[in-house]
């Protein structure tokens, strides 16, 4: 049978197309969130970021969204790549340094 | 940014023994953090850790399993003691960006992967 939490959600596109990844949040407080990036054998790297004033931040080919009313973040990568393939996790806190609470993590996988 | 550099990468452990896994920064940080990553799962906080100052564990995370020091504002180590097989997982260090006060970003290493048979 399956055993609970050792399968990520997954998302395949296309290569070139756009990639939205979810995540839904856990406390209302939380003010500042971080999406991460993380490939295989190494840790998560930094990818965009947004307070709780913004509703939208942009980066180059990444938006970040964020509704607070429903507690929903999500990340666009715009024409997506093979070097994109990874898993993503987003991530919040509540003005507590780098004392970060994660989401479970989306794969994605980009197929040439 | 800040450069983290975590060793042992990885280790093959045997059960009932101990692992103590470092963390060093490149620049000075008030704190630091330890993770768990579990095979497939995503990160768990273990603990903060500030220099001169008792680490403060997070729930399910006791002193005695994941003891830490913090000798200094650039170094911590984190010892996971007594393994077992369940103990198998990534340990990550992350810090918060020295240099931008207004965000609270966190910098990762590349992560220790342990592994105790």
């Known amino acids: 049978g399956e055993s609970v939490g050792l399968h990520l959600p997954t998302l395949s596109v296309q290569e070139g197309d756009n990639s939205i990844i979810n995540c839904a949040y856990s406390n209302s407080a939380s003010d500042y969130f971080i999406w991460y990036k993380q490939e295989s054998g190494k840790g998560p790297q930094f990818i965009i970021d947004i307070r709780s004033n913004m509703d939208k931040r942009q980066g180059q080919r990444v938006t970040v969204l964020l509704n607070k009313t429903v507690k929903h973040l999500s990340l666009q990568i715009a024409a997506t790549q093979p070097g994109d393939s990874a898993v993503y996790f987003c991530?919040?806190?509540?003005?507590?340094?780098?004392?970060?609470?994660f989401g479970q993590g989306t794969e994605l996988s980009v197929k040439p | 940014s800040a450069v983290i550099s975590q060793k042992p990468s990885r280790d093959i452990c045997q059960r009932g023994t101990s692992l103590t896994i470092q963390c060093q920064v490149d620049?000075?940080?008030?704190?630091m953090f330890w993770y768990r990553q579990q095979p497939g799962q995503s990160l768990t906080l273990i603990a903060t850790?500030?220099?001169?100052?008792?680490?403060?564990?997070e729930s399910g995370f006791v002193i005695d399993k994941f003891p830490i020091s913090r000798p200094n504002l650039t170094f911590s180590t984190l010892t996971v003691s007594n393994m077992s097989p369940e103990d198998s997982s990534i340990y990550l260090c992350?810090?918060?960006?020295?240099?931008?006060?207004?965000?609270?970003?966190?910098?990762f290493g590349q992560g220790t992967r342990l592994t105790v048979v």
């Open positions: 620049s000075q940080v008030t704190m």
């Open positions: 850790a500030n220099q001169g100052s008792e680490a403060t564990y």
């Open positions: 992350s810090v918060e960006d020295p240099f931008d006060t207004l965000n609270t970003e966190a910098f």
């Open positions: 991530a919040e806190t509540r003005n507590q340094g780098g004392k970060l609470i």
